[in-house]
């Protein structure tokens, strides 16, 4: 059959910049402690045009690299918010505007409102129609994140956000390539995989029991790259003799 030329990959980011030391337990019945490191200071109210207040204090911006994404393909990004403050009823509404590389119109990618003190965290689509850059090499894409409460005590931090999306199976140095098959857990359908643009044969290891177990798959050169078959279920990891490290 065809061979597997894509996955989808998962980016995280977060920084933990700001201890936040009393910050109130969302749910303190779960047995969890919360989460109370963020991504720089909270984003306070934007203030009309004029007012001489900083980009700094009501917006951040904040970068995503996207590796050969097959273009058109959906790119997901999904974002956690924690407000800092809320009233006396806790019915405080936040505002959060997103834009994706440029604060115009068409690209704003997110308009949300929700209430209270508790964390916040959404899912939108983004597209090359939102100015999105994407492509077969690596791409740098920025988002801003603005607080447009009308309420002045409205401030929130940033936690993290992720990109999903569908990453071909091509490394971006020539010399290594994490990457997983697209079956659900447990599916042991077999596939064929094939990797591009190494500049030599790769090693392939499969790296789903790491670190209890690492199995090495035989691999195929083939026109387009190098090919293997195994299990639509399991994670890899792929190097060519320069990408590993020798004593």
């Known amino acids: 059959g065809s061979a597997q030329a894509s996955f989808e990959g ?5 920084e933990d910049t700001f201890y ?3 910050m109130p337990d ?3 019945n779960d047995g969890l402690k919360p989460d109370r490191w963020f991504w720089g200071n909270t984003l306070i109210q934007r203030l ?4 001489g207040q900083s980009q700094d204090e009501y917006s951040t911006i904040v970068d995503f690299d996207i590796a050969n994404h097959l273009s058109g393909d959906p790119v997901s990004l ?3 918010l924690q407000p800092r403050t809320t009233d006396e009823s806790n019915t405080l509404e936040h505002h959060v505007l997103i834009y994706l590389n440029q604060e115009v119109p068409q690209n704003l990618v997110a308009d949300r409102t929700w209430i209270g003190l508790n964390s916040y965290t959404f899912t939108v689509t983004l597209t090359q129609a939102q100015g999105l850059a994407d492509g077969p090499t690596s791409w740098t ?8 409460s009308d309420n002045f005590l409205s401030e929130f931090y940033l936690d993290w ?7 071909t199976l091509r490394t971006d140095d020539g010399r290594v390539l994490s990457f997983r098959g697209n079956g659900d857990a447990g ?3 077999s596939r064929n995989f094939l990797l591009r643009n190494f500049n030599e044969r790769p090693d392939v290891y499969d790296i789903t029991d790491y670190p209890n177990e690492v199995w090495r798959v035989p691999v195929d050169p083939t026109v387009q790259g190098y090919q293997f078959r195994d299990q639509s279920d399991r994670e890899y990891f792929a190097a060519g003799i320069s990408g590993k490290l020798l004593p």
């Open 10 to 14: 998962t980016a995280h980011y977060e």
């Open 20 to 22: 936040w030391q009393n």
């Open 26 to 28: 969302e749910d303190p």
């Open 48 to 51: 009309p045009s004029g007012s």
């Open 78 to 80: 999904t974002v956690h």
């Open 141 to 148: 894409n920025s988002l801003k994140i603005i607080n447009d």
């Open 161 to 167: 956000f992720e990109v999903r999306y569908l990453d």
């Open 187 to 189: 599916d042991q359908t």
